[in-house]
């Protein structure tokens, strides 16, 4: 399991970020999990469901019926949230849902 | 249905699919049905600063493209910058792709734009082959240092004479100490050019450091068997090649311990 960060370099940018957990098995595949994004400027559409997010945060995750779209589309589930406003808080919101003990500082 | 009503449908339903909206001072955010494969829709902004009309990402491109690159490579970004000038845009200061215009945008900038972004996409998607190379490395090293009894051993190591001697950079993904006292190395290939670079390199190393006991540990699936002919051509010894796939180390782990390294049998 891999857990990553990225945020748009521009400071002006600052909603534009995604904290997750990325696994990979013996196969050397790779699975996005869960990704908690911030309400970034483009909206996000779940494509089975058909509605859309619209400039709010979501929460991506790996789903069966996603992975079963032609082609898949792994994460391509995702459900707005309000648990978090920006990527420190993401990640802990992350850390809680997943049981993930963080020690010390997140960033410095 | 019938045609006229399938038509008429999907034309609705494709203009529907497409909205402008108001997002700041300036700035207009395009909605296309063009989605990344998360669902979330390509970036596309029209901007109106100082007078001057553009398209933008706004750098969300890149980094939506690369989340789960750990690597940002110049390579990478070479190919990047490659597609983006080719169609008269460039690159800005926080991996923005910027494409000015003389007035207003019209449909056919919108969709150049698009072609941009989706061709960004997908230097994306052939960068896997990089990533999954990192990878394999990684996974190699971790594999054998942590069934290591000795502490005697170093990632991406070269023999002192080479880093002198040398402009270009070569490096055995791992050295290590043997209880005779040689140094065995370690070379992890995923991809042909990986293994042909390692030929390569252990040819260099072994003019300044004959003693060395090479290792190529390769992912059976992936290396042409030519790379793994040359690189046992190169070290003139057919024994020193081991299929490796990712988290099953008997094989290598024995011929390790065959050559003096301290090593768990598990």
Partial sequence: MQLYSRANLNPALAHDFSVGFIYTNYSDQSYRVIRCNGPHDTDHTNVIEGNVIVRSAHIHRLTERYQALRPPRQDGFAEATDAYLDIVGALEYLAALVNLQVSGALFR | MSEARLIETLKADLCASFEVRAIGPGRWNVRTPLLFDDGDALPVFVSYIDGQWSLTDLGGTVSHSFFDEFQFTDARFERVGLVVSNHGAEFGEYNSIDLPLGGPPTPFDVGIFLQIVAQVQAVAVTSRTDRDQSRYVKTVQQGIESRLLTPD????????????QTRATYRADLRIGTSGGADVVVFAASTTDKANVSALTIGR??????????????????????????????VQDDDVVIPVNPGSYRELTERLRSLGVEITEN
Avoid: G, K, T
């Fill in chain 2, 153 to 164: 051993f170093d990632e991406n190591w070269s023999p002192e004479d080479v880093v002198d």
């Fill in chain 2, 205 to 234: 190393f072994q003019r300044v450091r004959p003693d060395l006991i090479p290792v190529l540990a390769f992912h059976p699936a992936r290396v042409a068997s030519s790379a793994i002919y040359r690189f046992q051509d190169e």
